[in-house]
């Protein structure tokens, strides 16, 4: 869930959010926005305060090459099943030790 929809829901002020937090209101704005992604710190705080509601996967953007993907959807490869399998590497998608979005392989390694 989006914290954005998640303060709505709750019908919690942004501005009071931002204080429970320990982040200035502009700085959550950024984070609702996607200017900014929280620091892991931040990210467990809002995780908490949420109860679980807001992750830190709420953060990232769609799935590469999948735009307007819904939560948790899985894009079915029909090529793979014609090659008996998936023969490509699968591109996997995390958050890097800074909190922006980070690229690898499946398989590889630093």
């Known amino acids: 869930m989006k914290l954005a929809d998640y303060l709505s829901q709750v019908e919690i002020k942004p501005s009071a959010?931002?204080?429970?937090?320990?982040v200035?209101?502009?700085t959550l704005w950024?984070?609702?926005s996607g200017g900014r992604r929280p620091e892991w710190d931040v990210l467990e705080r809002i995780r908490a305060e949420t109860e679980g509601k807001v992750t830190?996967?709420?953060f990232l953007?769609?799935?590469v090459g999948?735009?307007?993907a819904s939560e948790g959807?899985?894009?079915h490869d029909k090529t793979s099943d014609a090659l008996g399998g998936d023969?490509?590497?699968k591109p996997l998608r995390c958050l890097s030790a800074h909190g922006s979005a980070a690229f690898a392989t499946e398989g590889q390694s630093r």
């Open 17 to 22: 959010f931002a204080e429970r937090l320990g």
């Open 24 to 26: 200035t209101r502009q």
């Open 30 to 32: 950024r984070y609702m």
């Open 56 to 58: 830190p996967n709420d």
């Open 61 to 63: 953007d769609d799935p």
């Open 66 to 68: 999948n735009p307007g």
């Open 73 to 75: 959807s899985v894009e």
């Open 87 to 89: 023969e490509r590497a």
